[in-house]
C-alpha cells in the first residue's frame, strides 16, 4: 500500500521536509508516484541525530586491548595456518566485500574497484583482489564464497564489469552480490537535499549494514547451508590485504575470539587510524580523533606505546555471533560533498563538504562482540589503502607499494 500525497505531506510535515514538494507540480505521473514512493521508504526519523553530533560521539572508559604481535605470530604460524585451512577446506570460510561506498575522495564515476592502477597494463583494484583472494584459494585447493556488497549507485556497474572480465578467473558460482540499504543525505540543517527535481539525494548507508542487507538478500540462508562459519569482511582499497589469510583465521579460532581483527603497527602515535582497544571491557575501537594527547603517549607493561595498533577493515567475524547481536549499530553523521539542486533547480557538484550522510560503521559491530583478537600484519606488506588519487592513502602511495610486493604494474 502506498502512501497518498496526502498522507505524505503529513509525514514530511512532521520531519520538517515539505521542500522536497517543490517542484512536485512540474513532474510526470510517473516520476510524482517515483518521489512519493521515495518519501515513503525513507526514514526521517533519525535526522534529527544531527543536532546532537557531539552528544552522540561520547564514549565509555578506554583501556588497551593487547595485540597478538609478530613474533607470536611468527612462532605459531605453522599450527594457526593448518587450522585455518583446515577451516577453508571445510567451506567453513567466507568472505565479504564491502564495495558500496561511493569512493568520492577518488574522484571517479566509476565504482571504487574499476579503477585501473596498471601502468604498462589492466590492473584494476577489483583484479588485485581476487588475486589476492585466490592464492587462498589455491593453497587450500577449495574456492571460497565471495560475497560482494554493492549500492543502488554501483551496482549495475560492478556486476557488468565483473563479468565482462570473468570475474577476473574467479568460479561464478562462488560470487554473490547484494545490495546496501540508502539513507537520504541532508544541509547542515538536517533538511534533505534533492539530487534531482523529483528524487531525494541519498548515498549508501554505511557498511555496517552488510550483515543486516545479506540477510535482507537472502544470503544468509546460503551462508547456512553451506556451512559457513567464519566471515571475513575486507574494504575495496586495500589493494595489498591477504583476503581469507588462513594464519589469520587459525589464530583467531585457537584463541577462541569471535572476532579476529587485521591491525599494523602505527607509524607515529598520532596516526590518523582507528585504533582497537577495550571500551568499558568490552573489545572497540577508538578513532584517532577520540585519542587524547594522555593515551597517545601511555606505555603498557613491557614499556611500549598502550595504544599502538590500527585497524586496516579487514575483519573476521564467526558468523553465529553477528546473529546474536541485538542492538543497532550507532549513527555516524559524516560530513561529505553532496550533489544538489539550488535554488533555481540546477544540479550542483560542491568541491568541499556541504552537509550530512548517515552511516553505520562495520567496525561499531566490534563493540558487541565478546572477544577480539587484534592480530599484526606487516604494513609494507598488506596495507595500501586508495582513497585519494595522489599523496597519503592514494593510488600513487598503492602503487610503490605493490611494486614493493612484486606487482607488474
Ligand atoms: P570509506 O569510507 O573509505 O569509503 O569506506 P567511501 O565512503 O567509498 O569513500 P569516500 O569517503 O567517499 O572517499 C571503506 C570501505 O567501506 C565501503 C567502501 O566501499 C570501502 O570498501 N563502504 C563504505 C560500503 O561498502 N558502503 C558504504 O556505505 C560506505
Not at 547451508?225 to 595489498?240: H, P
Not at 583467531?252 to 598520532?270: E, H, L, M, W, Y
Not at 550533489?339 to 533547480?345: A, F, I, K, T
Given at each position: 500500500m502506498s502512501m497518498t500525497l496526502e498522507q505524505v505531506k503529513d509525514k514530511l510535515e512532521k520531519y520538517g521536509q515539505q521542500h522536497l514538494l517543490k517542484y512536485y507540480d512540474e513532474l510526470t505521473q510517473e516520476q510524482k508516484q517515483a518521489l512519493l514512493e521515495q518519501i515513503e521508504i525513507t526514514d526521517m526519523s533519525i535526522l534529527e541525530a544531527c543536532h546532537h553530533r557531539e552528544e552522540m560521539a561520547q564514549k565509555g572508559v578506554i583501556t588497551p586491548l593487547a595485540a597478538m604481535q609478530l613474533s607470536e605470530i611468527e612462532a605459531n604460524k605453522e599450527s594457526f595456518t593448518a587450522t585455518g585451512l583446515e577451516a577453508i577446506r571445510g567451506g567453513k570460510v567466507g568472505a565479504v566485500l564491502l564495495a558500496g561506498g561511493m569512493g568520492t575522495r577518488l574522484g571517479s564515476d566509476d565504482p571504487k574497484g574499476m579503477y585501473n592502477v596498471g601502468l604498462t597494463r589492466n590492473l584494476y583494484i577489483f583484479e588485485c583482489l581476487i588475486n589476492n583472494l585466490m592464492d587462498v584459494v589455491k593453497q587450500a585447493g577449495a574456492w571460497i564464497h565471495l560475497f560482494v556488497m554493492t549500492s543502488d549507485k554501483n551496482h549495475e556497474a560492478t556486476v557488468t564489469f565483473l563479468n565482462e572480465h570473468n570475474f577476473f578467473g574467479y568460479s561464478a558460482e562462488y560470487i554473490h552480490f547484494f545490495k546496501q540499504e540508502m539513507a537520504a543525505a541532508t544541509d547542515y540543517e538536517g533538511k534533505i537535499y534533492l539530487e534531482e527535481k523529483g528524487k531525494l539525494s541519498t548515498s549508501p548507508n554505511g557498511n555496517g549494514g552488510w550483515f543486516i542487507s545479506l540477510k535482507n538478500a537472502g544470503l544468509l540462508d546460503m551462508v547456512h547451508?553451506?556451512?559457513?562459519?567464519?566471515?571475513?569482511?575486507?574494504?575495496?582499497?586495500?589493494?595489498?590485504q591477504r583476503i581469507a589469510d588462513p594464519c589469520f583465521i587459525g589464530a583467531?579460532?585457537?584463541?577462541?575470539?569471535?572476532?579476529?581483527?587485521?591491525?599494523?603497527?602505527?607509524?607515529?602515535?598520532?596516526e590518523k587510524v582507528g585504533v582497537m582497544c577495550l571500551e568499558d571491557g568490552r573489545p572497540s575501537i577508538v578513532e584517532y580523533y577520540e585519542l587524547t594527547e594522555e593515551m597517545m603517549h601511555a606505555k603498557d607493561a613491557n614499556g611500549d606505546p598502550a595504544y599502538n595498533f590500527g585497524v586496516i577493515l579487514n575483519y573476521?567475524?564467526?558468523?553465529?555471533?553477528?546473529?546474536?547481536?541485538?542492538?543497532?549499530?550507532?549513527?555516524?553523521?559524516?560530513?561529505?560533498?553532496?550533489?544538489?539542486?539550488?535554488?533555481?533547480?540546477?544540479?550542483?557538484?560542491?568541491?568541499?563538504?556541504?552537509?550530512?550522510?548517515?552511516?553505520s560503521l562495520v567496525l561499531d559491530m566490534i563493540h558487541q562482540l565478546d572477544s577480539c583478537l587484534p592480530f599484526e600484519v606487516v604494513r609494507s606488506k598488506e596495507f595500501a589503502p586508495i582513497k585519494n588519487k595522489t599523496g597519503v592513502d592514494s593510488v600513487d602511495s598503492a602503487r610503490l607499494l605493490l611494486v614493493e610486493n612484486g606487482v607488474v604494474l
Open positions: 547451508q553451506e556451512g559457513i562459519e567464519w566471515i571475513n569482511v575486507f574494504a575495496v582499497d586495500n589493494v595489498l583467531t579460532i585457537q584463541k577462541n575470539c569471535v572476532v579476529g581483527s587485521k591491525v599494523v603497527r602505527k607509524s607515529a602515535p598520532d573476521l567475524f564467526k558468523e553465529k555471533d553477528l546473529e546474536k547481536m541485538m542492538a543497532s549499530l550507532p549513527l555516524h553523521i559524516v560530513e561529505k560533498k553532496i550533489p544538489y539542486l539550488d535554488e533555481n533547480g540546477e544540479l550542483v557538484k560542491p568541491e568541499t563538504p556541504n552537509g550530512y550522510k548517515f552511516e
